[in-house]
């Protein structure tokens, strides 16, 4: 029973145009949702999270969107560059744990941009 | 800084041997995590350890057993490997709160294969 689902396995986007990455999640109690990017042969590094109290959060290029009625957030990547081909995964948790918190992740999506 | 250092990368091993995978890390959290990560299935948690001396399962237990050994390290043994044991590993550490945010840091990975 997966919590958390990136419905698209990849995306293949132009240089220069937006990126948008589209996750959905079915637990109520998450309420702090992130972003990984990660390339080959790497561990997953940290991207952008947001607060289930905020609906946008914005660093740089990068900007996630949550819509919790809808049970779905987004990245959006503007502009994409070649150097952002990567598996961008989703993972959400729900922080009432404490130290006892844990991510849930989504299966991924790979991303290209092509030049 | 080192972060969270996995070893071995790269490990091969025959169906019914045994090996411990290592992980450390040098940002004192006190959380850590084991990961695998699969083709089409995302990364699922193995085990994780919400502080020094307290370990639980995660959704994917089954053949693997895991020591805290102090805060710094927490180790992954395979007893008896499976060919369904290959996969990527990832260890993670975290520290939950307002500064640090819910993210994880995550290690490069272990790369098995059983054969």
């Known amino acids: 029973d997966q919590q958390v689902k990136q419905n698209s396995p990849s995306l293949s986007v132009q240089e220069g145009r937006i990126s948008i990455l589209n996750c959905d999640y079915t637990?109520?109690?998450?309420?702090?949702f992130l972003w990984y990017k990660k390339y080959p042969a790497e561990g997953p590094t940290f991207l952008i999270s947001?607060?289930?109290?905020?609906d946008k959060n914005e660093d740089g290029r990068f900007t996630v969107f949550l819509n919790k009625s809808a049970k779905h957030l987004s990245l959006h990547i503007v502009p994409s560059q070649p150097g952002d081909s990567a598996v961008y995964f989703c993972?959400?948790?729900?922080?009432?744990?404490?130290?006892?918190?844990?991510?849930?992740f989504g299966k991924g999506t790979l991303l290209t941009v092509n030049p | 800084n080192a972060g969270v250092t996995q070893t071995p990368k790269f490990q091969v091993l025959k169906t019914g041997q045994s090996m411990t995978l290592q992980c450390a890390q040098d940002?004192?959290?006190?959380?850590m995590y084991w990961y695998r990560q699969d083709p089409g299935m995302g990364l699922r948690l193995i085990y994780y350890?919400?502080?020094?001396?307290?370990?639980d399962k995660g959704e994917v237990p089954n053949g693997y057993n895991v020591s805290r050994l102090n805060k710094r390290e927490f180790s992954l043994r395979l007893e008896s490997a499976a060919p369904s044991q290959t996969s990527v590993y990832f260890c993670?550490?975290?520290?939950?709160?307002?500064?640090?945010?819910?993210?994880?840091?995550f290690g490069s990975g272990t790369r098995l294969t059983v054969v």
């Open positions: 947001i607060s289930s109290i905020k």
């Open positions: 940002m004192n959290h006190n959380s």
């Open positions: 350890s919400a502080s020094e001396g307290t370990t």
């Open positions: 993670a550490s975290s520290e939950a709160g307002r500064e640090e945010g819910y993210g994880y840091t």
């Open positions: 993972a959400a948790t729900w922080r009432g744990g404490g130290s006892n918190y844990k991510l849930t």
């Open positions: 637990n109520s109690m998450f309420d702090y």
